[in-house]
Every structure is written in C-alpha cells, then in structure tokens.
C-alpha cells in the first residue's frame, strides 16, 4: 500500500482499487499445487538464466541480480501497479495540492473512491492479459527496479496457444529481461 502520508491517497482510495482490479482480473486457470510450485520455480530459474543469455545476444551490459524477480498471481501484479501508480502521481498530485489546496472531505470520501474504482478497473482489465513487468519505479535499497512475472497469465497463454512451456516461460523471462538492461543503458 501507498504510505499513509501519500497525498494519491485524498484523491485515489489505492486499497479500494486494488480490491475492484482483483476481482477484475480473476483468480486464473485452474492449476493443482503441484503444477502452481513448477511454474512459479522454472519462472524463476528461466529469469535467472536469462541475464546472461540476453547479454551474450544484445552486447548489453547491466548489474546482475540488481532487479528482485517477482512471480506473482493477478491480484499481485494489480497490487505492484498500484504502487508503481501512487509513487508516480505523487509530484503531480502534491502540485495540485499546492495550487488549489486539499479536497475536501465529500470530495475525499466519495470522489476518491470513483477514482479507486476507474484506476481499478483499468488494473482489472490489464492484469489477467499482462504477462511480464519490468517495473522501473520500485525503489528498495541495492535495487534498480523489479522483474514481475504473472505465473496464471503465462500458464493461460501457453494452453491457449497449445506452447511448450519451457519454451514459452524462457521466451516471456528473456523479454523481460531485455527491457530491464535496456532501462539500465538508459
């Protein structure tokens, strides 16, 4: 969740939207244990392997391991977003604020949910088809943005396209992480 200081928060209720982009974007297929601890471990062994292999490929270069890798379910990848979106509003809200000070308490109260609810939705619709994320705005110490792979999205994708899933979840890690190394040349 955005920080309790976060101005986002007088204008966008982040909780309520990560509750309505939730239950848009739907828990995913049907996995037993078994297979959910498969995919979410050969997701994370593919990112691993990738860095080298999409260094080797492009010629560029950026710090290992300086990216968390992330294998998250839908409502994850709504919450990760979520975040991302309060962080980057904040300088564009707090100048709003400046301007015309804060919202008062009906526009608080009702208005930031309508907002909760449209920036929900928009998470909703996005977080059952998105299925990789390199995320520039997470900001941890030693850390320079995050990997997110959506594990029930990837596994969708592969039984819709009759895939092999090794290949495929390869496929999806060295994309994501091509964007990374190209955010670190930047």
């Known amino acids: 969740m955005?920080?309790?200081?976060?101005?986002?928060?007088?204008?966008?209720?982040?909780?309520?939207?990560?509750k309505v982009g939730?239950?848009?974007a739907g828990e995913g297929p049907v996995v037993t244990a078994e297979e959910a601890a498969q995919c979410v471990a050969q997701l994370r062994e593919d990112a691993?392997?990738?860095?080298?292999?999409?260094?080797?490929?492009?010629?560029?270069?950026a710090a290992e391991r300086t990216a968390p890798v992330l294998v998250v379910d839908r409502a994850g990848w709504v919450q990760a977003n979520a975040d991302a979106f309060a962080q980057i509003m904040q300088p564009l809200v707090g100048k709003l604020m400046?301007?015309?000070?804060?919202?008062?308490?009906?526009t608080q109260a009702v208005g930031s949910?309508?907002?909760?609810?449209?920036v929900g939705a928009l998470l909703g619709f996005m977080g059952n088809k998105v299925l990789g994320q390199f995320d520039p705005f997470?900001?941890?110490?030693?850390?320079h943005g995050r990997l997110l792979l959506v594990a029930p999205n990837i596994?969708?994708?592969e039984r819709e396209l009759e895939v092999n899933a090794d290949d495929f979840r390869l496929w999806v890690c060295l994309h994501e992480e091509t964007h990374?190394?190209?955010?670190?040349?930047e």
Do not use: C, N, Y
């Not at 920080?3 to 990560?18: G, L, S, Y």
């Not at 949910?113 to 449209?118: H, I, K, L, Q, S």
């Open 2 to 18: 955005p920080p309790a200081k976060d101005p986002t928060a007088r204008m966008i209720d982040w909780a309520f939207a990560v």
């Open 22 to 24: 939730s239950a848009m």
């Open 48 to 61: 691993q392997r990738s860095s080298p292999l999409v260094r080797e490929f492009t010629g560029l270069h």
């Open 98 to 106: 400046e301007g015309k000070g804060a919202p008062g308490k009906l």
């Open 113 to 118: 949910r309508v907002a909760g609810a449209e």
């Open 138 to 143: 997470h900001q941890a110490p030693e850390e």
């Open 155 to 157: 596994v969708h994708v």
């Open 180 to 185: 990374r190394v190209q955010r670190s040349e």
